[in-house]
């Protein structure tokens, strides 16, 4: 298994473009994440969802939008970048979001982006 | 929701030494605490995890404790080696409510072993 996998590792972005960051995952896991972290902030929950079809919205949702199509992928819009998202994004995910299992929430190796 | 608080934020230790780290929660609804440790340059990795029906879990070096009453929960590092440098966050997680199954972070300590 490669686990979750995040595309591109690095990406420079001015202000105003729109980019998408791309993760997947082959586990099978229904729940999948996206964080950014930021130095002294740890890591705030932007978007999840917990089984294709199903998005939600995170601690700090402005400015991203999310889709889940499939279980495998769980895409990360950048609608109109701001200096604000210059920030690393890691996805994650897990087998199943319920209380009732206590289930290992596996990340991705990051996305560091600049916004200029 | 949930507010994990986590201490400190740094923290130098000598090799050989233990570490601990504290965090705090806010709701008596999680019931799930997982410690990630984050290299350089990669994604936060589980090390350990407890839940709240069990008050320590250890495994060989690190070990978690929980204190329900008062809601904290700590990470000691014992024997402390060089490669046990990196950021470590504890999480919680709501066992109800309608953030249920949301993972809440602490901002992380930064742990440098010295040799």
């Known amino acids: 298994n490669a686990g979750v996998t995040q595309t591109p590792k690095f990406q420079v972005l001015k202000t105003g473009q729109s980019m998408t960051l791309q993760c997947a995952q082959d586990?099978?896991?229904?729940?999948m994440s996206w964080y950014r972290q930021d130095p002294g902030m740890g890591l705030r929950l932007i978007h999840y969802?917990?089984?294709?079809?199903?998005?939600d919205q995170g601690e700090v949702p402005n400015g991203y939008n999310v889709s889940r199509s499939t279980t495998e992928d769980f895409p990360l819009r950048l609608l109109s970048a701001a200096p604000s998202q210059t920030s690393v994004y890691f996805c994650?995910?897990?087998?199943?979001?319920?209380?009732?299992?206590?289930?290992?929430?596996?990340f991705g190796p990051g996305t560091r982006l600049t916004v200029l | 929701g949930e507010n994990v608080e986590q201490h400190p934020s740094t923290l130098s230790v000598q090799e050989g030494d233990s570490a601990v780290i504290k965090c705090t929660y806010s709701?008596?609804?999680?019931?799930?605490f997982p410690w990630y440790k984050q290299e350089l340059g990669k994604g936060p990795q589980l090390i350990i995890d407890?839940?709240?029906?069990?008050g320590e879990k250890k495994d060989q070096r690190i070990a978690v404790t929980l204190n329900k009453t008062a809601k904290h929960f700590s990470l000691h590092i014992t024997e402390t080696q060089p490669e046990d440098s990196a950021v470590y966050f504890c999480?919680?997680?709501?066992?109800?409510?309608?953030?249920?199954?949301?993972?809440?972070f602490g901002r992380g300590t930064q742990l440098t072993v010295w040799p």
């Open positions: 999480a919680a997680k709501k066992a109800r409510g309608s953030t249920l199954g949301r993972l809440y």
């Open positions: 586990m099978n896991h229904e729940y």
């Open positions: 709701d008596s609804a999680s019931n799930y």
């Open positions: 969802s917990v089984g294709a079809g199903i998005t």
């Open positions: 407890i839940r709240s029906n069990v």
């Open positions: 994650a995910s897990s087998y199943d979001h319920r209380a009732i299992a206590y289930n290992e929430q596996f």
